[in-house]
């Protein structure tokens, strides 16, 4: 039996939903296939063997694209109360991102993209539905092993760059590693190697009130990947930039997105930013779907 890590099979001729695990059965016998069908979200069968297995094989799967499911966000609503009113800002959205998957959320102002990105984080907690990161349930986490686990595994860019106006750009950086435990002269030496990668080598002494916002936000990038998370949330990175920094900073995710083996998902009304990207998602009326590039 091959046993495959979950994919996302959505629109692609098996159901519409993230499967948690696809497991090819190769096996003659029908108690063991009928064990797994209880037991499994969805179970490929196939009493014969690797030639059958190939036939059976949606033609354009690319063996690549079984790679793990690194988030699985799962019928995730949100409302907020405003008043009487409910506001619905999320629908019922279901998705999934592979390891190293680099995604961009378009949407236009007011249309959720934030919520959706903080539920994505556990910053915020959905009204309904359940997000997965690295096979852990976020919502299941209280808030305590919320924060270990965002320290340990993701990296988050916020919209308005978030850095302690107290401390320099090093010290910025080098926080998350000290959160992690890391020894603080080992911290601020890979902080450094950091800033560097944003080319901020000479400005990591700097308090945030002494850069300018894109270097603000070239030091926010580099204290969202400084502990080499699986995955990176970006709230439009460029959003708050003029034109030409903005364009240095699409121009400096792309580069780390292609060193570093991360997956992101990066929010932003930018349509050049957005075209780089492996997938584009447009979220509108709540709802996410799928753009054809
Ligand atoms: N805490 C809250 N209470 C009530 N309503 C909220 C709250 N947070 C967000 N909203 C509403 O939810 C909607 C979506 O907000 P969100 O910040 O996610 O939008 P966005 O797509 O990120 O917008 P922008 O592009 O302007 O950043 C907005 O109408 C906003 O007013
Ligand atoms: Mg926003």
């Known amino acids: 039996m091959v046993r495959i890590p979950a994919c996302h099979a959505g629109g692609r001729g098996f159901e519409s939903r993230p499967l948690r695990h696809l497991f090819i059965v190769t096996s003659q ?16 069968l196939t009493a014969c063997y690797p030639a059958l297995i190939a036939l059976l094989w949606p033609q354009n799967y690319k063996l690549s694209e079984f ?23 999320l629908r019922d959205i279901t998705f999934s991102v592979n390891a190293s998957e680099q995604i961009a959320i378009l949407g236009s102002s007011g249309s959720g993209k934030s919520t959706l990105l903080h539920i994505l984080g556990a910053l915020d907690t959905p009204s309904s539905g359940t997000v997965e990161v690295d096979g852990q349930s976020l919502f299941a986490l ?42 603080p002269d080992k911290a601020r030496l890979i902080a450094n190697e ?29 204290r969202a990947l400084v502990n080499k998370p699986k995955l990176v949330l970006a709230d439009e990175p460029t959003g708050n930039l003029d034109k030409s ?14 060193s570093l083996q991360m997956a992101f998902i990066v929010v932003t009304h930018d349509l050049q930013l ?20």
Request: glycine share 4%; with cysteine.
């Open 194 to 222: 950091m800033l560097a990668k944003v080319s901020l080598q000479h400005r990591i002494e700097h308090k945030p009130s002494a850069l300018s916002g894109g270097e603000r936000q070239r030091v926010a990038i580099a």
């Open 245 to 258: 920094t903005g364009e240095a900073i699409a121009d400096l995710l792309a580069e780390l997105r292609e």
């Open 142 to 183: 209280n808030s305590n092993q919320q924060a270990r686990f965002r320290n340990q595994t993701m990296g988050f860019v916020y919209q308005f760059h978030h850095l302690l106006p107290e401390f320099n750009a090093v010290e910025n950086v080098a926080m998350p590693l000290l959160i992690a435990g890391e020894n």
């Open 274 to 293: 957005a075209a780089q990207f492996d997938r584009v998602l447009t979220l509108s009326s709540g709802q996410l779907e799928e753009r054809t590039k």
């Open 29 to 44: 016998n029908p108690f063991l296939v009928f064990i797994l069908r209880e037991l499994t979200d969805f179970v490929c």
């Open 67 to 89: 790679m793990s499911v690194l988030l699985s966000c799962d019928s995730v609503s949100k409302s907020f109360i405003d008043g009487k009113n409910e506001v619905q800002v």
